[in-house]
């Protein structure tokens, strides 16, 4: 971890006087402040992780608003409320569709981070002079 970040998982003035703020403020914010404070250098996942995380985290509500628009009351003009249904369906329509490419340029991301990290590994060890394949395991010694 970066210790000249500014922001950091570690008791200096900044990220106390964000828990004293956090508290005064709102005190759920304080204590998310203090459990980044101690636990933060333990949460080193990368930003897809963060993503995919907070997705299974807060899909449900997501999914739940969406439904809850769809049973709006009629508004008394049959031909205003038919219209405002099918615009609803277009834009969710249009959502799945963006939600679709999300996760197909998620899958591509992934991917390339794992070729990179690939061909980093497999540099390194060309460089070391390591007797491993591409594969990680050890050939079999020549006789």
């Not at 907070?54 to 608003?65: H, I, T």
């Amino acid at each position: 971890m970066n210790e000249t970040a500014l922001l950091r998982p570690a008791w200096t003035p900044l990220t106390i006087a964000l828990m004293v703020i956090g508290f005064v403020v709102f005190w759920p914010l304080g204590l998310v402040m203090l459990a980044y404070i101690i636990w933060g250098d333990r949460l080193n996942m990368r930003k897809g992780d963060w993503k995919r995380s907070a997705e299974r985290a807060f899909g449900s509500c997501k999914r739940n608003m969406r439904n809850a628009d769809y049973t709006m009351h009629s508004t008394g003009n049959a031909a205003f409320d038919e219209w405002r249904r099918s615009e609803m369906e277009r834009i969710e329509a249009e959502r799945r569709k963006l939600d679709e490419m999300r996760a197909e340029f998620d899958r591509y991301t992934d991917e390339l981070r794992r070729a990179r990290d690939r061909e980093e590994f497999d540099r390194f060890m060309r460089e070391r002079g390591g007797n491993f394949n591409a594969s990680g395991s050890n050939p079999a010694p020549e006789a």
